[in-house]
Every structure is written in C-alpha cells, then in structure tokens.
C-alpha cells in the first residue's frame, strides 16, 4: 500500500496568514493527489485533483504544488472560514490512501 | 447540482449485517465512477471500497474484503454496500463519493454521511 505522511497534524496561524501543509507519499504516485478540507460534524469537501488543479467553485487562495512525492497545499491570505482538517488523499494506486490529516486553527 | 444522500445507518449488534445505499441527483449516474469511505469517531477516513460505472470493476480496502459488498443500480441511481460480520471497529460514519470524470478514481463530490454504529 502506499502510505501518505501528512504533516504538521495541527497547526495555528492568524488571519491572513500564509500557510503550508505538506504530503509525502512512499512512492511515486505521478499527480493523482487531492486535497480535501473538513469541518467539525461534516463531509469533506474537496478542493484539489491532480495535485494542483482547483475543484469548481474553491477560492483562488488555495492551491496545491508538487515536487517528485512531495505534495503541498498552500492557503494565502488565512480566512476564519479556513479553520478545518485537511486530509491529502493519492489516488494513484488502490488502496486509495489518506494522509492523518491536519488541523488548523485560526489564532 | 450533484447531490448524494446517503442512507441506512443506525445501531446494530456485532456480528449482524446493514446495508448502506447512496442517493444520487444532478448528474448522469450511470457514467459516474463511485467510492464508499468511511470516518470512525475523532479519527481519519479510510477508504472502503469502488465501483466502475457500469459496476463491471470494484475495490476493496483489506478491511472490507470478504465482509462488506459494493453493488449498484443505474436504472434507480443508487449505490448500495452490503456489510456483513460487523464488529465494534466498523463503527463511523460512511459518505459515498463520486469519481470526478478523467481523473480515473479522484472525488469531487461528497455525500453528507450515515452513521453505524456497532454496540451491542
């Protein structure tokens, strides 16, 4: 299987703040990442396919870069909307596999 | 708008059996891809299980094989999972989710969810 190590697990950042959260998958997994964003009590969202393209209707604030298995989601300019976890997910190869996620909290 | 309603949860014994079915609208089903996966309580989601649009392809993780079946109907737009043999480790809420077209097995879209839980 391949395994997505998401990173930081949490992370705290004011508003308007740039922010960076990073996947590394343990092989290649060419550009088949997404990026999903969820908030307390409810579904995911998705936000990224394909490592960098932005799913319909997702602010211009986020987006999504990679670099050989090293995955980043980036938000610019920190909303208040944005405090949520954010899961990477490679959809590479089956098992399709989920990084542990990452929490973030707006200071 | 696409829209997936999942139901069918609720409290069952370990051991028994639930079937989970999936609501789809707003899109064309029958050429949709889709994924059954899965949140245990304050933990991550774990992908379960797919199904090729015309059900002719699926997948299972390794904790679904052999227990948990993914089926669908195109005529009624439904997708169903049957689980058998649960255990208090199937407890969570299950989304369905549909494939985005040319991304192979990506998601775009996302049921709200339907909670098991498994307690005896």
């Known amino acids: 299987d391949i395994q997505m190590t998401q990173s930081p697990s949490s992370l705290s950042a004011s508003v308007g703040d740039r922010v960076t959260i990073t996947c590394r998958a343990s092989q290649g997994i060419a550009n088949y990442l997404a990026w999903f964003q969820q908030k307390p009590g409810k579904a995911p969202k998705s936000l990224i396919y394909a490592a960098s393209s932005l799913q319909s209707g997702v602010p211009p604030r986020f987006s999504g870069s990679e670099s050989g298995t090293e995955f980043t989601l980036t938000i610019s300019n920190l909303q208040p909307e944005d405090s949520a976890t954010y899961y990477c997910?490679?959809?590479?190869?089956?098992?399709?596999?989920f990084g542990g996620g990452t929490k973030v909290e707006i200071k | 708008q696409v829209q997936l309603v999942e139901s069918g949860g609720g409290v069952v014994q370990p051991g028994r059996s639930l079937r989970l079915s999936c609501a789809a609208s707003g899109f064309t089903f029958s050429r949709s891809g889709m994924h059954w996966v899965r949140q245990a309580p304050g933990k991550g989601l774990e992908w379960l299980a797919f199904i090729a649009y015309d059900g002719t392809n699926k997948k299972y993780a390794e904790s679904a094989k052999g227990r948990f079946t993914i089926s669908r109907d195109n005529s009624k737009n439904t997708l169903d999972v049957q689980m058998n043999s649960l255990t208090t480790d199937d407890t969570a809420v299950y989304y369905c989710a549909r494939v985005k077209s040319g991304t192979y097995w990506g998601i775009d879209y996302w049921g709200q969810g339907t909670r098991v839980t498994v307690s005896s």
């Open positions: 997910q490679q959809y590479n190869d089956f098992p399709l596999t």
